[in-house]
């Protein structure tokens, strides 16, 4: 049974999970504008769209920081993390 407490745990850590995502979602768009800038010889708009990526990506990192220590208080017990077969293999 979760108890309340654990419920807001989890609640906040996918509220993490969702401006994580957002911001790697908008970091990935900034750096293809930053790429096509690239290829187009435009100096200044490449370093423009770089800098916003990387803002979004530093508060992505930061959301996800966020909610994994969350997770992670949600079930101190849980050592590993989960079982190695719920791990995504690395390609």
Not at 18 to 40: G, I, P
């Amino acid at each position: 049974m979760v108890t309340k407490r654990e419920h807001e745990l989890d609640h906040d850590a996918a509220e993490h999970h969702r401006k994580a995502a957002h911001h790697f979602t908008v970091a990935a768009h900034e750096h293809l504008k930053a790429a096509e800038a690239d290829e187009h010889d435009d100096h200044v708009g490449a370093a423009h769209h770089a800098h916003l990526a990387y803002g979004h990506q530093i508060e992505g990192i930061r959301h996800a920081e966020i909610a994994a220590v969350e997770e992670e208080h949600a079930d101190p017990e849980d050592e590993d993390h989960g079982h190695p077969e719920d791990h995504v293999a690395d390609h």
